[in-house]
């Protein structure tokens, strides 16, 4: 059983609160509403600014903004991405984004059909997938003998924060 206290509590409540902004935001930057949910943003916004600063006033806690990159992340998977799902923003101005990846897992003990579904960052989403730069970069490593096996990065929510080549550990797109 984990050791419950003060800050156990507060971390989780500050994942919740963080993630509340995340649903009524209308980028994945979290700087606007979605149309219609300006007032439940502006309380999900206050309530998780108001968790953060209660976080830093307890003793030997990390500011976010100190925290290494290697220490946000949740999860490491390697494999390949085997399918991708794509949505409409419901705004002003509808464009597709990537909703979600099917990645298929590689390495010791796993079989071939081991695969999770992640979320992907929205920018990483849109600059990186569902531009096609991930296909011309994965085309060139295969044409070049490289491996097209991916590393990436999933943060505690289980969205695709940053991929990586899994042979040279070149970032993909961060």
Not at 128 to 152: A, F, M, P, W
């Amino acid at each position: 059983m984990n050791h419950i206290n003060k800050r156990t509590v507060l971390e989780e409540m500050k994942k919740m609160a963080w993630h509340n902004v995340l649903c009524c935001s209308a980028n994945y930057a979290m700087t606007e509403p979605k149309d219609g949910m300006r007032e439940d943003w502006e309380e999900y916004l206050a309530k998780a600014k108001i968790i953060d600063l209660m976080l830093d006033e307890l003793p030997g806690h990390q500011k976010y903004d100190e925290v290494t990159k290697s220490q946000r992340f949740f999860r490491k998977y390697v494999g390949h991405i085997s399918a991708t799902s794509c949505r409409m923003t419901k705004t002003e101005n509808p464009h597709q984004y990537v909703d979600t990846i099917e990645f298929s897992l590689k390495g010791f003990g796993i079989s071939d059909s081991d695969t999770r579904l992640l979320r992907i960052n929205h920018q990483l989403g849109i600059d990186y997938i569902l531009s096609g730069q991930y296909d011309i970069d994965r085309h060139e490593r295969y044409d070049e003998g490289k491996t097209c096996t991916l590393q990436v990065m999933v943060d505690s929510l289980g969205y695709i924060q940053e991929m990586r080549w899994a042979d040279d550990g070149e970032i993909c797109h961060a």
